[in-house]
């Protein structure tokens, strides 16, 4: 039986950066990492496109929240005690200088995740961080006071332990056997499937545009820069609503109509307005010809095409119909989704440890003493843009601080 005081389940971001920063706090505590495959770390390695895509230039942590459909409300605390400002820091300390692209996500300024993981590495062994590989995780009991941990070829036993092991469905099952409750995973940012007239072979045309979703009462809604794409629909405004809408949209089978304003944020009455005074001023001008309110032009050709208007019919001609079917078919158009695709193969999963059984002040169990958790592990995930790592960063940083009891040579008042 191997003995440490703080056991860490997970050799990936959240694992590495709590180890880190407990033995930073704390040197006299023996530390172990427990990672299954024969290498840490895999997911930094591929991340933002094997650059890693470290955190966001979002400096209100209120503002910052608001980029995880799952954790507004549990981050907003936790962030007010490390965030992004923080995330930056640490790694210039530890040398790894970021920068900040123009929208807003912060890399490596050496452009490569190696960066990061060797930052991580070498930081390990200054600490003296036992990083153990190969050791999958297949029991956690508590004992009295202690947990034991069988691995698939050890046991472990340690009175602190720190689950970081991601979206892992076995490790979730062990801590249902430890009195949580886990919320099912389903899938959260994707790209939407549709086979329509009006965009085909329109595919790389970005424009901003304004989703919904009618699901019954609610209604899921957002808006940005939507891309057209050779299967569907992408962009951030479509990946933010897969995101936020996880779980309705698996309830649907991912077969489901949106409704999409490719104005953004012009209603129907002042498109309608507006085509109106085109009839007044611009009588002669074919209307496939010029596009309107800056669409791209071969979209605005199409969704004009899809209207059943001849193509030389001119603003003048137009009747009342035909521009209130224009004003329908850029404002309002329906789109059937059929199915769904990853993004970039960056998957995020919705699911895990139910919040309401963690203690956000600490990142610990409220159902089990002395069992933290960091990352993914829990029913936290983000959009795309670094806020999942932040999470990693913001969670381990906390449980590392929690870990050693008060030193009481520090003093007090
Ligand atoms: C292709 C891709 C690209 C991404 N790019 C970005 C990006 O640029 N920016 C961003 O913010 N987010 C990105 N993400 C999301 C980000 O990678 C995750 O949110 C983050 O890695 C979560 O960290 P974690 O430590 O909680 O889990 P993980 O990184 O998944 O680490 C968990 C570790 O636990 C180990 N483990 C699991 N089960 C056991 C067990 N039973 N016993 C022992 N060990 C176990 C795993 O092998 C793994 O090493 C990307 C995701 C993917 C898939």
Same mark, same amino acid.
């Given at each position: ?54 955190t966001?230039?979002? @400096? ?13 409300k #549990? &981050? ?10 923080? =995330? ?6 530890h ?18 995740s ?7 590495? @070498? ?13 999958s ?12 941990? =069988? ?16 979206s892992?469905?076995?490790?979730? %099952? ?22 329509? #007239?009006?965009?085909?072979d ?10 919904k ?35 309705? &949209? ?23 307005? #507006? ?18 309110? #800056? ?24 009747t ?9 078919q &850029? ?8 199915? %769904? ?5 960056? @998957? ?11 203690? @956000? ?11 933290y ?21 913001t ?19």
């Open positions: 039986m191997k003995k440490a005081d703080v056991i860490i389940i997970g050799g990936g971001a959240a694992g590495f950066f709590t180890a880190i920063n407990a033995a930073e706090k704390n040197p006299n505590q023996k530390i172990i990492i427990l990672e299954r495959g024969k290498e840490v770390l895999t997911k930094v390695r591929i991340s933002g496109g094997g650059r890693c895509n470290v966001h230039a979002e @400096f209100i942590p209120r503002d910052l929240s608001q980029n995880y459909p799952r954790g507004e #549990e &981050l907003l605390g936790p962030f007010h005690t490390f965030m992004t400002g923080d =995330t930056i820091e640490w790694f210039e300390k040398g790894v200088e970021l920068k900040t692209e123009e929208d807003g996500r912060m890399f490596p300024v050496s452009n490569s190696e960066s990061i993981i060797n930052c991580f590495l @070498f930081e390990t062994r200054r600490l003296s961080v036992d990083v153990l590989l190969n050791q995780v297949k029991e956690i009991q508590k004992v009295d006071d202690s947990f034991l941990i =069988t691995t698939t070829s050890d046991n472990f036993s340690a009175e602190k332990i720190v689950v970081a092991t991601g892992n469905p076995k490790i979730w %099952k062990l801590l249902e056997g430890l009195g949580h409750t886990i919320i099912p995973a389903v899938p959260s940012l994707f790209t939407f499937n549709i086979t329509d #007239e009006r965009i085909k329109l595919a790389g045309i970005a424009t901003n545009a304004r989703i979703i009618p699901k019954g009462r609610d209604v899921l809604e957002n808006n940005g820069s939507l891309l057209i794409t050779h299967w569907g629909m992408s962009g951030p405004a479509i990946l933010k609503l897969s995101a936020w809408g996880a779980r309705t &949209l698996e309830s649907l089978k991912y077969q489901f109509e949106i409704e999409v304003n490719w104005l953004e944020n012009i209603s129907e009455e002042e498109v309608l307005d #507006e085509l109106k005074s085109l009839k007044v001023n611009f009588g002669k001008q074919t209307i496939l010809k010029h596009s309107q309110f #800056e669409l791209p032009k071969r979209l605005w050709q199409s969704l004009i095409k899809a209207t059943g208007i001849s193509d030389t019919l001119t603003w003048a001609e137009a009342r119909e035909n521009l209130q079917n224009i004003a329908n &850029l404002t309002a158009g329906i789109f059937q989704v059929d199915g %769904k695709s990853t993004f970039k193969e960056e @998957f995020v999963t919705a699911g895990g440890v139910d919040l309401k059984e963690v203690n @956000f002040k600490t990142f610990e169990s409220k159902v089990c003493e002395n069992l958790f960091a990352g993914e592990v829990l029913n936290i995930d983000a959009i795309t843009g670094g806020f999942n790592f932040q999470n990693a960063w969670g381990g940083f906390i449980v590392s601080q929690n870990l050693s009891s008060p030193d009481p040579s520090q003093g007090g008042d």
